[in-house]
């Protein structure tokens, strides 16, 4: 009997995969301006920093700039080894076949060398996902490690479902399995990326992770509720909600002559762009106008008054308002 994970496609989902489909272009046609190579290098960077403060590396974009400018870093080592890796990784990626398991060990081996003991090389013992002290996932012993891989790739790579589902269910599925001792969540988002390059080669470039590092604590429920319910819908259903927003912010913004404005991109960069563009604005009509979740555009206004970019005027609950630092 042939393998296929379980899992139901919503009507939303259907209708973020018809949304998806024609923001593509409009993603394509900004790939091909003139900055691209600018907007390429700031993404990955964006994309690595992201993918790994979710596993609670601390270095901040201007760090992993550094680091892949070949510049010192003062840091922890693990975790300017973690972004050397990744930058290799990425690097790699182009040159991955997301239907090959042989490539995703060679992915694992490049992401984890000098982290673990046996980069490239499935797990042999058991190993569970915990919150704090309590266990929440019990992953399947080692043993049936590599027949459920080669299962799972079988159905991505011969499946007749949309390409954006494969791709959801293959990281749901591959998180669930946690295949190597290490690097389970880094190598997930990854693959799940590579998957969409077949789709379109842009992928490659769109900081999913990015929205995810934003929305983290919903990412896990979204994988802990699949779990649950024997059905990944409910991840399907998250995923594909980043990508249509990531596609949504990152379609537009623009980089200047110095590299990344102020240091930051995508939906911060956009919430500056808004708050130049109307000064007095608050945050919910931030919110509405670029349709980034409030909590998100709270974040991003935390960081550029960090940063001196923007300042808020008047009383929190009484009329105040944002504009640029003076």
């Not at 272009?25 to 907007?39: F, G, S, W």
């Not at 929205?211 to 059905?231: F, G, L, P, R, T």
Request: neutral net charge; glycine residues 8%.
């Amino acid at each position: 009997m042939t393998y296929s994970p379980p899992f139901k496609i919503s009507a939303k989902a259907i209708s973020m995969i018809a949304e998806i489909s024609a923001l593509i272009e409009r993603y394509v046609i900004r790939m091909e301006q003139q900055d691209t190579l600018k907007l390429r290098k700031a993404n990955k960077i964006k994309t690595i920093q992201s993918s790994l403060a979710i596993e609670g590396n601390s270095l901040s974009e201007n760090q992993v700039t550094a680091i892949l400018e070949g510049k010192k870093v003062i840091a922890p080592l693990r975790e300017i080894q973690e972004v050397r890796n990744a930058i290799a990784t990425y690097d790699l990626a182009p040159k991955l076949d997301p239907f090959s398991v042989e490539d995703l060990l060679k992915s694992h081996q490049v992401m984890m060398y000098g982290l673990v003991e046996n980069p490239g090389s499935f797990r042999h013992g058991g190993v569970g996902v915990f919150a704090g002290t309590q266990i929440v996932h019990m992953a399947p012993p080692a043993e049936r490690v590599p027949a459920l891989i080669n299962e799972l790739f079988s159905w991505v790579r011969n499946a007749e479902d949309h390409l954006l589902i494969r791709s959801c269910v293959f990281h749901y599925e591959f998180e669930f399995i946690h295949p190597f001792d290490d690097g389970n969540g880094r190598i997930g988002r990854l693959w799940q990326s590579l998957l969409l390059g077949r789709l379109h080669p842009v992928f490659l470039y769109l900081p999913v992770e990015s929205m995810v590092h934003d929305n983290q604590q919903e990412y896990y429920n979204a994988i802990n509720d699949s779990s649950a319910k024997a059905d990944s819908g409910v991840f399907i259903d998250f995923m594909l909600e980043e990508i249509l927003q990531a596609l949504k912010i990152y379609q537009s913004f623009a980089i200047d002559d110095g590299g990344v404005i102020g240091g930051v991109i995508g939906g911060v960069n956009e919430v500056l762009a808004f708050v130049r563009s109307k000064p007095g604005c608050r945050a919910n009509e931030i919110a509405v106008a670029l349709n980034i979740p409030l909590r998100s555009v709270q974040r991003h206004l935390g960081k550029l008054k960090a940063g001196n970019k923007i300042e808020f005027r008047g009383a929190p609950r009484n009329g105040g308002y944002y504009q640029l630092a003076e």
